[in-house]
Antibody, heavy 121, light 107 residues
Framework: QVTLKESGPVLVKPTETLTLTCTVS??????????VSWIRQPPGKALEWLAH???????SYSTSLKSRLTISKDTSKSQVVLTMTNMDPVDTATYYC?????????????WGQGTLVTVSS | DIQMTQSPSSLSASVGDRVTITCRAS??????LNWYQQKPGKAPKFLIY???SLQSGVPSRFSGSGSGTDFSLTISSLQPEDFATYHC?????????FGQGTKLDIK
């Protein structure tokens, strides 16, 4: 059974750095055909892809947020970590991690439940 | 970045209706188009990949079509559990991008 679960702070202050962790089970981050993406959704707005990482450590980032994002993984712990620097109230959103099937159609076939992060002083 | 435009943004329909949602890409994405269903307060659920292939377990009343820049999602006979927001997403190239979503509600 594939599951993903996001964890991290529910409230951050403007200018702070956000660190989110995605813990996966039911598949391995060693699997060359799978990776993990982070996606966010501001309240009432569209989904926005942020970043992904694969077993070979290949990474890709959102064009507009690239300078603020870092994605990494700890394969032994089955965890993927996303950091976003210089948080602003416009970054208030539900943050999801999702499994991505590489060498397939790059679809997000399993999603975590999401974690709502509010940016406020 | 590839822009994805869905239409309509919202749609009202009745149980049993046939509905179609369209999604247009700003450049050709071959068939790298996926659809997701999202209910309030929940994570998106994966429905369709490669424009027209149903994910395992998705009811056959859902279908997808298209290639290049124009795509559609059709629900042949709406059921009460289908009222939700639908998102298209291109997976042709990074940064992957989503449409703005289509909210389907009960008339």
């Amino acid at each position: 059974q594939v599951t993903l679960k996001e964890s991290g702070p529910v409230l951050v202050k403007p200018t702070e750095t956000l660190t989110l962790t995605c813990t996966v089970s039911g598949f391995s981050l060693y699997n060359a055909k799978m990776g993990v993406s982070w996606i966010r959704q501001p309240p009432g707005k569209a989904l926005e892809w942020l970043a992904h990482i694969f077993s070979n450590d290949e990474k890709s980032y959102s064009t507009s947020l690239k300078s603020r994002l870092t994605i990494s993984k700890d394969t032994s712990k089955s965890q993927v970590v996303l950091t976003m620097t210089n948080m602003d109230p416009v970054d208030t959103a539900t943050y999801y991690c999702a499994r991505i099937l590489w060498f397939n159609w790059n679809q997000f076939d399993y999603w975590g439940q999401g974690t709502l992060v509010t940016v406020s002083s | 970045d590839i822009q994805m435009t869905q239409s309509p943004s919202s749609l009202s329909a009745s149980v049993g209706d046939r509905v179609t949602i369209t999604c247009r890409a700003s450049q050709s994405i071959s068939r790298y188009l996926n659809w997701y269903q999202q209910k309030p307060g929940k994570a998106p659920k994966f429905l369709i990949y490669a424009a027209s292939s149903l994910q395992s377990g998705v009811p056959s009343r859902f279908s997808g079509s298209g290639s290049g820049t124009d795509f559609s999602l059709t629900i042949s006979s709406l059921q009460p559990e289908d009222f939700a927001t639908y998102h298209c997403q291109q997976s042709y190239s990074t940064p992957y991008t989503f449409g703005q979503g289509t909210k389907l509600d009960i008339k």
